[in-house]
């Protein structure tokens, strides 16, 4: 028996390289975010900063193991094996719930899942404790650091409120002092600017980075005879007003005589801060549970006690943690940060909430997000109508963008926001975190910088009347799913504690084989929903600024729609033919992504009209009318994959023979049009056309025929509505397709001229 919680140990460790590697992929949005969404340096600069930071932050983090011995529960009321079993509890827990936001491209905090989760573990294991004993439910209460355990679930739900609040705040006024026209400001603008944030983040780097070392432990002559921690904790004011003198006269010299732009290095100095203050806090809930097992183990070893009989009160006692473990735990955060695709889907989700751009919006408004909306704008005119109309203008010229956000870039490649909400991103996050740090009030970095952002969005009008209800509704997504984590994790935890209790070893060992193979169907399936988002047959946006140029850009895109449409259209109809559910809905998602891409192109329109000159306005026409066809043949496909989806999903009856043969006669000519225009169309040879073209009258007729033959049957023979009706719905939309094929390569023929080269963007601008 004694050998099962070795073994335990062993599966904590990998465990622990796992909680890692997924608790790293969701925390990365704290600290990357506001980097790659201004673009103010380059993404190798900034993975190169947050790596230092990271591996800095690990070092210096010995001393903030204390959550996963003593603050949610008291340890000595617990013997070393149900210890053993919380700690087995949790992390498996940890693991499933992290990997399952990641995959959805959620951030959701880190120290919100390993709190609820020892809490729902512990309470199982009290429970369980006191219906042995035949207790009473109130003694639950003597297992449970209540005022520990209350004081951080308050601190991690206010800090969503504050950090909100005081985020929009601060960028309101830097806003209306800095502009949108920032560069052209005096030099003391950005000094001043420059030293304040520098101030905040150098402060935040002190609490953050050397808490966590025995350097705080020393005294020195300069501070009195004082340690350093004293000095800190006595002396406040003192270190920020020195700080924020040498800083603001730095600025000033870096601005007035080096080409250094300060905002980037606000941007470049948080992002380390925030990587140094995430590995520092933030590793505590991955391997904090692991290392506090394994001293467990260690003190039960030597004792020679019964595992049953041994108490726990030696985790009240604060043990450090050995270096040698916190640098291999920062390594394994670097090199996840390095190659995880999943750390990039939560940073997106949080960079397109708070994006100054139009985007594809991901969520979809609902009556509270509209509510809100509704009421903000009515709040916002009743404050402006307060203010005189002078006042007013002032104010709204310094939230106006001068300069043009539309550019010849691609849209996708412009900055989500500017620099200077970037450095009040990393600025106010530093504060908070630092104030918060000083009084030792525990928090949620996720929640503390992802809500920055999300106020700073709304102060900077980032969420306008044709973003806000979608933007309001994403982020109470985010919020919910904050809620979620923790009634999922305490409720998980405390029904895995139980199966380990009374399971032991066999419900152990099936449990982490159930990790595993979750972790890895997850992965496998992650890695094909990407290959399929970068499929070779994926859609680009037109650039070109004449109709010739549109011409030759856009013939891939159409020779990619034409395959895809190709394979839709045989799928459906040969499935249908077998009755081959599964392919039939694998079919209907394939013709939902097309149709979105189309989309997509279509609202890049707007872009694509803001870069044409005078002259080439004729082919905005031409673009529009290719997208429109491409938008009908995708509709058709979409139709037909439905509605043959729902016949066999409904278990209709299966089309006659002779149906399912004039089907597949149409299907042969139809494989030929998509063959012969994808061809044409990959080859650029759109004098080929006019071939194609004759055929039309044929292919309609085709058509025609079988819907005659259809109407014959259906007075005579045929008894099945539903099959009817289908088989008019395939006939009808197959024609509708053909149609749109026909307008589309009719629209080519009529305006290619080979003579004419086409023009293109000019970027060298």
Known sequence: ??????????????????????????DAVNFLNSAIGSKAISFKTIMIVASIGIACGAIFSSGMMEVARKDIFNPGEFYFNEIMFIFMAVMITDILLLDFFNTLGMPTSTTVSIVFELLGAAVAMALIKIANNNGAFSEVVQYINTEKAVIIIAGIVLSILIAFTIGALVQWLTRLLISFDFKKKPKWVGAVFGGIALTAISYFILIEGIKGTTLVQHSFKI????????????????????????????????????????????????????????????????????????QSYEAWEASGVLATKFSMEILSQKVPTPNILLFIAGIIMVVTLWFSSKAKAVVKTSIDLSSQERIKERFQPNFISRSLV?????TSEIFTSILSKNMQDKIEIQFTKTAPIISKDKPQDLPAFDMVRAAVNLMVAGILISIATSF???????????????????????WGAESAVYRVAGVLNVIGGWFGTALIAFIASGGILTIIYFGKGVAITILLFA????????????????????????????????????????????????????KIFTTS?????????ETLKKNKKGVVRLSEEIDDLRDHIFYFIKNLDEASVGASNFYINILGYLQAMTQSLEYIAKVTHKHISNNHKKLKYNQIKELKEIEIELIKLFTDTQIVFENRSFEEIESIVKHKNNLFNLVSEKIEKQVARTRTEESSPKNTTLYFTLLLETKDLITATMNLLESYYKEHDSSVKPATIDKDF
């Open 1 to 26: 028996m004694d050998n099962v919680y070795l073994i335990m140990i062993v599966a904590l460790a990998f465990l622990a390289i796992a909680d890692l590697v997924v608790g790293v992929s969701n």
């Open 223 to 294: 501070i009195g005879n004082i340690t350093l921690e004293s000095f800190i904790e006595q002396k406040p004011f003192l270190i920020i007003f020195s700080t924020f003198s040498v800083l603001i006269a730095l600025s000033f010299l870096l601005i007035s005589f080096t080409k250094i732009n300060i905002y980037k290095l606000i941007i470049t100095v948080g992002t380390f801060a925030l990587a140094l203050a995430f590995a520092g806090n933030d590793l505590m809930n991955f391997i904090g549970v692991p290392i506090a097992a394994w």
């Open 374 to 378: 509704r009421f903000a704008v009515n």
């Open 440 to 462: 030792k009030l525990p928090l949620s970095t996720t929640y503390v910088t992802f809500m920055v952002g999300m106020g700073t969005s709304l102060a900077d009008r980032a």
């Open 515 to 566: 990790v595993f193979f979750l972790l890895l169907r997850s992965y496998i399936s992650y890695n094909r929903k990407n290959k399929i988002l970068k499929e070779e047959d994926s859609l680009s946006k037109a650039e070109s600024s004449s109709i010739q140029g549109v011409i030759e850009e856009s013939a891939h895109n159409v020779a990619r729609v034409v395959k895809r449409a190709n």
């Open 573 to 581: 109809f040969n499935s249908l033919a077998k009755q081959d559910l």
